[in-house]
């Protein structure tokens, strides 16, 4: 790994963290997600309710659901799940489209295309789905070749783990040396959406495919049904957009800017005090 000492005036030394596979393959991956929740909403809203098992028609029951009603002569939102109801109105079930209220599962911003069309939001989903997935590939194949991913025996012990989860409850990050590559929760939370989510994610998408249960039809009764694939499909999306989410709060909070640096140029400044 490439060190710079960036002069006794600054106290840092900059360190090589990041190569470009690795740097390239993250904002790929960026792109791919942003595009994939867009349209992915885009393609739900042609029919805003999730379903478990052989039902999926309008009148079938789901356990959660968005629809737009009328209380006393006042239209609303309403978003369904389980056993209850909430009101939504503006933003799910009924939103603002060119200064009218209109009936929609997630509102016009949140969708790709913003107005409604399922043809597009498919075709825009199916592209970059398989963008990521072949983007992914290369990315796991340089981390594991590079070993970046996998994590040392004495890294797994229940002390050294312990040890981890207390320092990110108090906020308090790696520095010096151990600053230079991820740490274990890093590496077991890559390796849980990499080899849990993603391929889950991939299943059931090809699982809703008419087309692929020609070549596959057993992946039905895996998932029980299309209906079941969809809705795991729903929950795998928005567990990686949780995951997202806590990872940027992460980068936010161990300071975003050398960060974000590491992950343009690749080097990423560590306090020369810390370098111990």
């Known amino acids: 790994m490439t060190t710079i000492d960036a002069g006794p005036t600054t106290g840092r030394t900059l360190i090589y963290r990041h190569s470009l596979p690795v740097r390239l393959s993250h904002w790929v991956n960026v792109l791919c997600l942003t595009v994939l929740l867009f349209s992915g909403l885009q393609i739900f809203n042609a029919h805003p309710a999730l379903y478990w098992g052989q039902y999926g028609a309008d009148n079938d029951p789901s356990f959660i659901s968005m629809e737009a009603t009328e209380d006393g002569g006042r239209a609303k939102g309403l978003t369904h799940v389980g056993p209850f109801t909430f009101d939504t109105t503006g933003f799910l079930g009924l939103s603002d489209v060119d200064g009218e209220a209109t009936p929609r599962g997630f509102p016009n911003w949140l969708t790709l295309p913003s ?56 906020l308090r990050f790696p520095k010096g040396p151990e600053a230079r590559h991820y740490n274990t929760l890093q590496k077991l939370t890559y390796l849980v959406v990499i080899f849990l989510l993603l391929p889950l994610m991939i299943a059931t998408g090809l699982t809703m495919s008419p087309g692929f249960n020609a070549v596959a039809p057993w992946l039905l009764d895996v998932f029980g049904g299309r209906q079941s694939a969809r809705t795991l499909h729903f929950l795998t999306a928005f567990s990686l957009v949780a995951f997202v989410a806590v990872h940027i709060a992460m980068v936010v909070l161990s300071g975003v800017f050398n960060n974000l640096r590491s992950m343009i140029t690749g080097y990423y400044a560590i306090e020369q005090g810390d370098e111990r």
């Open 115 to 170: 107005y409604q069309d399922l043809a597009s939001g498919r075709r825009w989903h199916f592209f970059f789905a398989w963008l990521f997935v072949f983007n992914g590939l290369v990315y796991l194949a340089y981390g594991l070749i590079r070993r970046d991913l996998t994590p040392a025996g004495n890294e797994l012990t229940l002390s050294h783990l312990g040890h981890e989860v207390v320092n990110h409850a108090r």
